[in-house]
């Protein structure tokens, strides 16, 4: 496995404004990955975060809402911009590990987002 | 596009009860996983189980990719097992998961 962190682990922000959060893990990985928890609900995947190119979003999120940087094989940055309470969820990064065939994906602590 | 479902949706145990949690999907897959959420909002691995079975202390799981469900089995239940349990699928030689609907589990003394 891996030891993967993120900061902050929860913030009250108020609407219109914009939260960026980090992802460290403790080893370079190839595939990196952002999801959001809302409040009861499971985890539906933002995007994929590509070391050297833009992020790859999936249907219903967009670039300039969830701004993603990945400057390196072992961080990544997502933005949540003009927030809106709408947006107040569990945002977790993910790793993809691989070993002998088997690719499992590992989760960070989340970072609880509030919005006011 | 993929869907998965997970029954039951909500479940109350009495502590030493056993337990057997439910994940259908709808297309052949290359990856699955089993996850627990705890309290805290922290996702554990529990499984990597494609296909076949596998078991770890109290806990096993079984998937059958042919009739694309997987079971994860909990014997002997305590009071840490509450929290919401996930199955995880990734379709077509892909690697982005797809998270079932969740099973929200109490065990009580």
């Known amino acids: 496995s891996a030891v993967i962190s993120q900061k902050p682990s929860r913030d009250i922000c108020q609407r219109g404004t914009s939260l960026t959060i980090q992802c460290q893990v403790d080893?370079?990985?190839?595939?990196m990955f952002w999801y959001r928890q809302q409040p009861g609900q499971s985890l539906t995947l933002i995007a994929t975060a590509n070391q050297g190119s833009e992020a790859t979003y999936e249907s219903g999120f967009v670039i300039d809402k969830f701004p993603i940087s990945r400057p390196n094989l072992t961080f990544s940055t997502l933005t949540v911009s003009n927030m809106s309470p709408e947006d107040s969820s569990i945002y977790l990064c993910s790793v993809e590990l691989g070993l002998a065939g088997v690719y499992e994906q590992y989760f960070g602590p989340g970072t609880r987002l509030t919005v006011t | 596009g993929i869907q998965v479902e997970q029954s039951p949706p909500d479940l109350i145990l009495q502590e030493g009860a056993n337990s057997t949690l439910r994940c259908n999907f709808s297309d052949s897959v290359n990856n699955l996983q089993w996850f627990h959420q705890n309290p805290w909002g922290q996702l554990i691995n529990l499984f990597y189980?494609?296909?076949g079975t596998k078991q770890n202390g109290r806990l096993s799981a079984t998937t059958v990719a042919t009739e694309r469900y997987s079971l994860l089995y909990i014997s002997s239940s305590q009071t840490t097992d509450s929290g919401v349990y996930f199955c995880a699928e990734a379709t077509g030689g892909g690697n982005k998961l797809t998270f079932g609907t969740g099973t929200q589990l109490k065990v009580e003394l």
């Open positions: 189980i494609p296909s």
């Open positions: 080893s370079q990985v190839t595939m």
